[in-house]
């Protein structure tokens, strides 16, 4: 089945750097819409940073400029290169992925992702 395998997070102080990854197989990755999620206990999940599957992407408010999100096709991956980070970006970073053939097009909302990897942990302590 589809599997989506993060790797990257840890314990970083503030403004340090991260690069998450997001491994993906038995999808046609070209193909898919994808995004980073966070969460942290007690809220709901939030996105982070979202990429269609023509290369379009866009960032919520607080990690605008901070963080970049981009993917390899070739490799199957997708990243979220995390600098100057914050206490407040403490989360668990989840990437999701959506079958999308509109190659423009941005999804922000989770019930919108079909696969979903199992999470990895950011601390960032201050």
């Known amino acids: 089945q589809v599997q989506l395998v993060e790797s990257g997070g840890g314990l970083v102080h503030t403004g340090g750097s991260l690069r998450l990854s997001c491994a993906t197989s038995?999808?046609?990755?070209?193909?898919?819409?994808m995004s980073w999620f966070r969460q942290t206990p007690g809220k709901e999940r939030e996105v982070v940073a979202t990429i269609s599957s023509g290369g379009s992407t866009d960032y919520t408010d607080f990690v605008k400029g901070r963080f970049t999100i981009s993917r390899d096709n070739a490799k199957n991956t997708l990243y979220l290169q995390m600098n100057s980070l914050k206490p407040e970006d403490t989360a668990v970073y989840y990437c999701?992925?959506?079958?999308?053939?509109?190659?423009?097009?941005?999804?922000?909302?989770?019930?919108?992702?079909?696969?979903w990897g199992q999470g990895t942990q950011v601390t960032v302590s201050s």
């Open positions: 038995r999808l046609t990755f070209s193909t898919y819409a």
């Open positions: 999701a992925a959506r079958f999308s053939l509109s190659s423009g097009t941005i999804y922000y909302r989770p019930s919108e992702y079909h696969f």
